[in-house]
């Protein structure tokens, strides 16, 4: 169970419009975890009521899942898990063209991971991701589905030659120009050192079409990829991955942790990827950002950490679609910013205290709903959390 007390500068997150707000959260949740050997399922169920003293702003949040972890015998695990999330905002009367519409999203997922004696290792994933919107955002809906399979088979002990797979699509029935097909098949080499040091580098073939707009063409072309993963020293770890991609022109990703004292830790994150968009003249976007988390130990429970956060998102113009409203818009382009600082308090196994204040700013060029605000929030949390 959380408790929280926050007061909100921007509830309409608006340039115009700013309102203050004091909201109070509760968070209850519970989940329960069932041995079966050398298996396991866990079901539960967590959500959050917002009460603000502007009604406008209150909303139900519920997420309920469930996980199957199996373990084979031979090295071969798999572990299944479904998470729906359903969020259900406070309706103003007469403004309903600003006000965030209600949704569920559903996320399903399989993995496996199969290794034997010999170091050969599989590993593979699907993913199922499906949008629900009320009926004014019905344009929003989508179900994306995601396969990927990889396989490492030693050559010596440093090498192994690796197979890459992946395919991918999504399905819009409310915008079907956005219906597209996605994939991708690469071969290559794993080095490892010692320790923990592992660097894959492959390249093949990549292929992206929006299958039901008659104007676009397939997108077929040579793909890379590298990717390392590295214990640089006790106190840095590195994880990066870079490679080609038909939207992005080059995604990536990758995160640092760094250990300057003991009682200090620096991690960096940052990635570019190319995303779904819900606004209509837009299929996708491209997100590139930044991400620093500063954590500091004092005293023996207590915690300081700071957030920091900066993102550039670019949405390309369409310049060829059928279903487009506006055939030639100039392309949007946005920055979202901000920071956190805060103190974590531990009493006990059970009991946390939090203090926490933040900042969010979003600037774009163009003046539509949510785009253009700066948002601060002070809060006061208490989590309790024990086995029953």
Not at 98 to 114: E, F, G, K, R
Request: charged share 20%; hydrophobic share 35%.
């Amino acid at each position: 169970m959380t408790i929280a007390y926050l007061l909100d500068t921007n509830i309409n997150y608006t340039s115009a419009n700013t309102e203050e707000a004091v909201e109070a959260q509760l968070s209850p949740g519970i989940s329960y975890d069932l041995p079966m050997g050398d298996h396991s399922l866990e079901v539960g169920y967590y959500g959050t009521v917002i009460a603000s003293r502007n009604p406008d702003a209150d909303a139900l949040r519920q997420s309920p899942f469930g996980i199957l972890s199996l373990s084979f015998p031979g090295g071969l695990d798999i572990s299944a898990m479904d998470r729906a999330s359903l969020v259900q905002n406070r309706k103003q009367e007469g403004n309903g063209g600003l006000d965030n519409p209600d949704y569920l999203v559903n996320q399903a997922s399989v993995d496996a991971i199969y290794g034997d004696p010999d170091a050969r290792m599989v590993t593979a994933f699907y993913r199922n991701t499906a949008y629900r919107y009320e009926s004014r955002a019905e344009y929003r809906n989508s179900d994306g589905n995601e396969l990927s399979a990889t396989a490492a088979v030693p050559v010596s002990a440093r090498m192994a030659i690796l197979t890459i797979g992946r395919w991918a699509n999504e399905v819009s029935p409310d915008l079907p120009v956005r219906n597209y097909r996605n994939y991708n098949i690469m071969g290559g080499m794993r080095f490892s050192g010692a320790g923990r040091f592992d660097l894959d580098i492959a390249g093949g073939y990549q292929s992206f079409h929006y299958y039901d707009d008659p104007l676009e063409e397939p997108e077929n072309s040579y793909s890379l990829r590298a990717a390392l993963s590295a214990d640089v020293s006790p106190d840095l770890n590195l994880e990066m991955t870079v490679g080609s991609d038909v939207r992005a022109g080059v995604a990536f990703s990758g995160s640092a942790e760094f250990y300057p004292r003991t009682q200090t830790s620096v991690t960096a994150k940052f990635s570019r990827t190319a995303e779904r968009t819900f606004f209509q003249d837009h299929k996708y976007y491209i997100n590139s950002d930044v991400e620093f988390l500063i954590k500091q130990q004092v005293l023996r429970a207590t915690e300081l950490y700071a957030k920091l956060w900066y993102a550039w998102i670019d949405y390309p113009r369409i310049e060829n679609t059928a279903n487009s409203n506006n055939l030639g818009a100039n392309a949007r382009e946005d920055t979202r910013s901000g920071w956190r600082i805060g103190l974590q308090y531990e009493m006990g196994s059970w009991v946390a205290l939090g203090l926490f204040g933040e900042y969010q700013r979003r600037e774009s060029n163009v003046d539509v709903p949510f785009s253009n605000y700066k948002r601060t929030v002070i809060g006061v949390s208490a989590t309790i959390h024990s086995p029953l």
